[in-house]
């Protein structure tokens, strides 16, 4: 197991984080809120964009050098998405790939990084992650997506609700029950391709501007190997909400400080 995130900076490099600013309006000259305004109202993801970030090395943002991204902190990750979002051009997909991929670089293997997690640091891959469920929104534990034990792998039945990119994405990071413990939902985080036999996606017609698309995605009997199975069987909504921890500080206030110190680098979620 790595542990490789942990050791993150408190006390920045300002200059390497004004070079990191400096990078994202380079990509924000290039593409505009006409070029939002143009994907979202098509429903379209803003790859030109993506593929940019890609080349830039944005997207190897928090991805250890040591696998070609480029380190740093959340307060890079929440410097880069203000820019963005003060440009009118929020990159959901910037946020959704940089989280979802977290429990895999804490709690994956070796070959777990490299098969899933580097595709994402030069644009080949997008990410998504899928934990919400008809009736397991703000409470996680009633997941019912079953992932079952078969020979040599796993076999996952049941549906998602409100999965953003998920269509757009290549990979995907799911939440499922694999049990019960004392009478408590054993629930497990699976990585696997969207292209797998047995998915089907469903475009949901929300209210809402943004060229990321929501899913509900369906699973029938959906086969994977037992190495896809990220950490220990058990422990997915912990390793999941290590990733949400990263997206909802880097959506929150990065500049505010508390006894000097960037508030994004103490804040903690209660959930
Ligand atoms: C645009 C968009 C994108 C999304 N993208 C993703 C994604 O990529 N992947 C994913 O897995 N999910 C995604 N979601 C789902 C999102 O995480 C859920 O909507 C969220 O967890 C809330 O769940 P819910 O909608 O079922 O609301 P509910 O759980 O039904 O809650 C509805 C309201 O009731 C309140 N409430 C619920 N329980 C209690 C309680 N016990 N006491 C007091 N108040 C309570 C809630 O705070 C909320 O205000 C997305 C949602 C949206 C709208």
Request: with cysteine; proline share 4%; aromatic share 8%.
């Amino acid at each position: 197991m790595s542990d490789i995130l942990e050791g993150t900076p408190i006390i920045e490099d300002e200059e390497r984080l004004e070079a990191v600013r400096e990078v994202a309006r380079s990509i924000t000259a290039r593409f505009d809120r006409e070029y939002w305004l143009r994907c979202a109202r098509q429903g379209l993801p803003m790859d030109e964009m993506w593929q940019a970030l890609g080349e830039s090395g944005l997207l190897g943002l928090r991805v250890p050098e040591k696998y070609g991204g480029m380190g740093g902190s959340i307060r890079e990750l929440a410097a880069v998405l203000e820019i963005m979002c003060a440009a009118g051009v929020p990159e959901g997909s910037l946020l959704l790939t940089g989280f979802a991929r977290v429990p895999i670089l804490e709690q994956g293997t070796q070959e777990q990084i490299e098969r899933w997690v580097l595709p994402t640091i030069d644009g080949q891959h997008r990410m998504c992650f899928a934990m919400t469920e008809p009736d397991a929104g703000t409470n996680s534990f009633n997941v019912r997506t079953s992932a079952r034990k078969v020979d040599g792998g796993w076999s996952i039945s049941g549906q998602k609700v409100y999965i953003s990119n998920a269509r757009e994405s290549q990979t995907m990071v799911i939440l499922c029950r694999t049990g019960e413990v004392d009478g408590k939902p054993e629930l497990s985080l699976f990585v696997l391709k969207t292209d797998t036999p047995g998915i089907t996606y469903n475009l949901l017609d929300i209210a809402q501007l943004s060229p990321e698309n929501q899913y509900g995605v369906f699973f029938d009997d959906v086969l994977i190997a037992d190495d896809q199975l990220i950490g220990e069987r058990g422990k997915g909504l912990r390793y999941l909400f290590s990733g949400l921890n990263v997206k909802r500080r880097s959506k929150g206030t990065p500049d505010r400080r508390r006894r000097g110190t960037p508030f994004s680098d103490n804040m903690m979620l209660v959930c």
